[in-house]
């Protein structure tokens, strides 16, 4: 199989289930920020201590999964991929109490950065809100479905509360928003 098939060539792509749409079309552009986002996590992967790596990745497949449903209009076609369940939404949470647990109370805002690994999650979870923004949108021309949008949310929380572990764990300090008076 060759990985370039030269139908895109004019700005059009097929989604799963034959349908063609624009390359700008909402669709594309929620799975693609999926994409992205699943890209950085990939990186963040190699940051992580050993016992935490197969929880990100668990995510990655998750997120493979979501792209999946939204790179397709119909719900037979979908109906495979469609495995993101409240159970998934819950272990998000789980995941940010244990690390809210961890950390230190916040007393500030804070800035992303710290360290290269919190940096990087931080852009992970503005790449995650933008995901879940565009999805919004087509979630108003289209069905999507609402543990979608749940999942997509709590997992911007997630990368929050990670990006502060990446901190603590490298006991880099804080940098904290004191706004100008």
Known sequence: MKIYTKTGDKGQTSLIG?????????????????????????????YLPKDRKEEVQQIQQLLFAVGAMLASKSAE????????????????????DYYEDLLPSMTHFILPGGSKASAQTHIARCVC?????????????????????????????????????????EKAEEIKWIPNK
């Open 18 to 46: 034959g349908d063609r749409v624009s390359k700008s079309d909402l669709r594309i552009e929620s799975y693609g920020t999926i994409d992205e986002l699943n890209s950085w996590l990939g990186l963040l992967v190699e």
């Open 129 to 169: 809100r933008r995901a879940e923004r565009i999805i919004v949108q087509l979630s108003r021309l289209e069905h999507v479905d609402l543990l979608l949008l749940a999942f997509i949310n709590r997992l911007s929380d997630y990368l929050f509360c990670l990006a502060r572990a990446f901190s603590y764990w």
């Open 77 to 96: 076609h979908k109906r495979p991929f469609a495995i993101i369940q409240q159970e998934d939404v819950l272990a998000l949470e789980k995941h940010i």
